[in-house]
């Protein structure tokens, strides 16, 4: 409003006056030709204009509405004010990747990420009045990206020998840093292949033994793939190594008494053994299969049969005994009858499935009630045999034909001898296959739907089945299919969820996997969700008993979180840090057998990722057994001084304890011309011995001092 301003004007007035003579006198009348008064103005200034209303600042400028993530960005807008008043800017929803210079208006700075900045206003004001431009907007958008194939590289294993591992990684990389999947074509039936690591492991059998040829690996970052050269693996025999045979046999006999002997033998490469005699007694039979040299000569047989030769054969190779000569003495007058060989029945398992464990422990009589020792022959690899029961024992892991097992048990003087049967092992069914790449994403308000592939090599029925399933999904049992449609208030992330298909034997699984629900689009944009940690490893699938097992995986977060990892399915021998996700521990031998289903997951705290399930198979230890040599000086003189005319033969006395070796395993040894014998399978521990003499009329001495050795 206008203000005025009222002036005040002051005149003043000075009155004089003319006349003859003298002065006034009173009351007198003015002249009329008095000069008139006069009246003087004062200086008067003119009242200032109004002042002019003030004038609202302009700004102009279009600032830009888009950058891309690594790019500068910058706009200044131009403003002025009508009045020349000093100007001050100011912004609104500042974006968090830009600085503001509230004296020029200058908004600048680098995104790093992609997102939607809405809602932005710049302003000027001249203290008085101020002007704006926007709202306006600025979406960042993810750089143009060029995809650079991955690399691949490594020389492949090109031959292995059947029976042991074979085992062969590719080197990969990528350069965009892109996510790497492995796929191979032709790949070996005794094999396995990673599909997150491109290691390709196995171990082929004798039935595996050939050519697997034009095998490629190849490696894809989800765009361009690139491979190794084809290349075959040539599956070979191992060399064939000798058989080993063992035994002494005994070199006297009496006449009416049975004569029986076995020998041990085996082949490193579990070929099926043959065993043949040269110069046999007439009295005797051979067992080819056993090798057993047995037989009840007459008076009339009595003498000596020399150059007694037995051998053993895998259809290669051959090892023999030393040659040996058999002496049939005649029976001294009255000497009792011999006394009845033990007997031995059972029917033996003859296949086994691997991974299973196997048993057969055989029935046994001995009419002359002595203490009975077994032995056996071709005995498996992976299995353990028990010489005071007979058991046979063991899980093989492995397909494969072990032939020429034969069990024998011995009462010190006469054996018998299941028949030789043959164990063939069995690989394990076949599992079912699944497959898929689920969405890890969902929207409010929009259909989620995935289905797996999924098949079985035997044509079974499958039956899925499903770990933490989201609270607003829906799962079918009979296809595997996952559907639903999220709503507001399943915002979040449904974590480790696991998807597995059986065929009522065995399953598998996909990987676990995670499904972010994000809210449904509104104008000021949503940003996108963050990613998912990542795990990798190949973890060893068996251990033996009594050795340590230890596996770290890698796991890494985009966003630099810490990370935490879990297991599922732990074997109760291991420990398992949830700091590295190491799993580490040294299985028993109450922990043979197989652990399965276990996964190792990796979470951020939001999002997680897991391994695919494997299983480690803890194998039995290897039995180690050893042989004793006992040598001894033939005595001279019976207990009353006089001079021992009539030693018949030994026995030997064996076990693991010092006291009562009278009633332990015992060996006789018929004649005397012997005064040394190997004890054979014998397992490690502390084993004492001792020994007694007898003569003709059957008087035995008493046993000597004990002596002992310990295995390792």
């Known amino acids: 409003m206008l203000r005025h301003t009222v002036w005040c004007v002051v005149v003043a007035f000075g009155l004089a006056a003319c006349g003859s003579g003298g002065g006034p006198s009173a009351g007198a009348a003015a002249s009329a030709d008095s000069a008139p008064p006069t009246a003087t103005p004062a200086q008067v200034s003119p009242p200032p204009a109004d002042p002019a209303p003030n004038a609202v600042p302009t700004i ?6 888009s950058v891309v993530i690594g790019a500068a960005y910058t706009f200044t807008p131009t403003a002025s004010d009508p009045n020349g008043d000093a100007l001050t800017f100011s912004i609104t929803n500042k974006p968090s990747w830009a600085t503001f210079d509230a004296n020029t208006g200058n908004l600048s700075g680098t995104p790093t990420s992609a997102n939607v900045y809405s809602g932005i206003t710049i302003s000027v004001s001249d203290g008085k009045n101020s002007a704006s431009i926007g709202p306006f907007s600025i979406s960042v958008t993810p750089a143009p990206h060029t995809d650079t194939p991955p690399v691949i590289s490594g020389a492949a294993v090109t031959s292995v020998v059947a029976g042991q591992a074979y085992a062969f990684s590719p080197s990969a990389s990528d350069a965009d840093g892109d996510t790497l999947s492995f796929t191979i074509a032709n790949k070996p039936s005794w094999a396995s292949f990673s599909s997150a690591t491109g290691a390709l492991t196995g171990t082929p059998t004798t039935a595996d033994i050939k050519t697997f040829a034009n095998i490629v690996i190849t490696v894809s970052d989800g765009q361009m793939t690139a491979s190794l050269a084809p290349f075959s693996i ?7 190594q000798a058989p080993s045979i063992s035994g002494s046999p005994a070199t006297t006999v009496v006449a009416g008494n049975a004569y029986s002997f076995a020998p041990s033998a085996s082949d490193p490469d579990g070929n099926p053994l043959t065993f043949s005699i040269k110069n046999t007694p007439t009295w ?9 040299l047995t037989g009840t000569p007459s008076s009339t047989q009595t003498g000596t049969y020399s150059n007694i030769l037995i051998s053993v054969s895998d259809g290669i190779l051959s090892a023999s005994l030393p040659a040996f000569t058999i002496t049939v003495s005649s029976p001294p007058s009255g000497s009792p009858p011999p006394p009845a060989a033990p007997t031995i029945s059972g029917t033996p398992p003859t296949s086994v499935t691997a991974g299973s464990p196997y048993l057969f422990t055989p029935s046994t009589t001995d009419p002359s009630g002595k203490t009975l020792t077994f032995s056996i022959q071709g005995k498996p690899t992976w299995a353990t045999f028990t010489t005071t029961t007979g058991a046979l024992s063991g899980t093989p892991v492995s397909a494969g034909t072990y032939s020429g097992i ?15 049967f043959t164990i063939t092992v069995t690989s394990p069914p076949l599992p079912p296959t699944i497959s898929g790449s689920p969405a890890t994403t969902a929207t409010v308000g929009s259909a989620y739907s995935f289905t797996p592939s999924a098949s079985d090599p035997a044509g079974k029925t499958l039956t899925f089945s499903i770990q933490n399933e989201p609270s607003w999904t ?6 595997g299919a996952l559907t639903g449609t999220p709503g507001s208030g399943d915002v979040g992330t449904d974590s480790n969820i696991i998807i597995t298909v059986t065929n009522g034997t065995a399953s598998a699984s996909l990987a676990s996997f995670n499904i972010v629900v994000a809210s449904a689009p509104s104008g000021g944009g949503t940003p996108p969700p963050s990613s998912p940690p990542t795990i990798t490893g190949s973890p ?8 340590a097992y230890s596996f770290t995986p890698t796991a890494s977060d985009p966003a630099g979180n810490a990370l935490t990892f879990s297991i599922q399915n732990k074997p109760t021998w291991a420990a398992f840090s949830t700091t590295t996700g190491q799993l580490s521990g040294t299985p028993g031998t109450g922990d043979v057998g197989t652990d399965a289903s276990i996964v190792i997951s990796v979470t951020d705290g939001t999002l997680s990722a897991s391994l695919s399930p494997f299983s480690i198979v803890v194998n039995a230890p290897p039995v180690t057994t050893s042989s004793v040599t006992i040598s001894w000086t033939p005595p001279t003189q019976n207990t009353d001084g006089s001079t021992l005319t009539a030693l018949a033969g030994y026995y030997i006395y064996y076990g693991t304890s010092p006291s009562n070796l009278s009633s332990a395993t015992r060996v006789q040894i018929a004649g005397t011309s012997m005064t040394s014998y190997t004890i054979t399978d014998l397992t490690s521990g502390t084993w004492y011995f001792a020994m007694s003499a007898y003569d003709s009329s059957g008087n035995q001495s008493a046993l000597t001092n004990s002596g002992s050795t310990t295995i390792p």
Not at 60 to 65: D, E, Q
Not at 284 to 292: E, H, L, P
């Open 60 to 65: 102009s400028g279009v600032p830009p509405v």
């Open 234 to 240: 040539v599956v070979s025999a191992a060399p064939d």
């Open 284 to 292: 005797a039979s051979f067992n080819t299969s056993t090798g057993a």
């Open 406 to 420: 034969v069990i024998t048990v011995s009462d010190g003087s006469q054996s018998a001898s299941l028949p030789a």
């Open 474 to 479: 829906s799962f079918n049992s009979r296809t």
């Open 540 to 547: 060893a699938t068996s251990v033996t008993a009594g050795s």
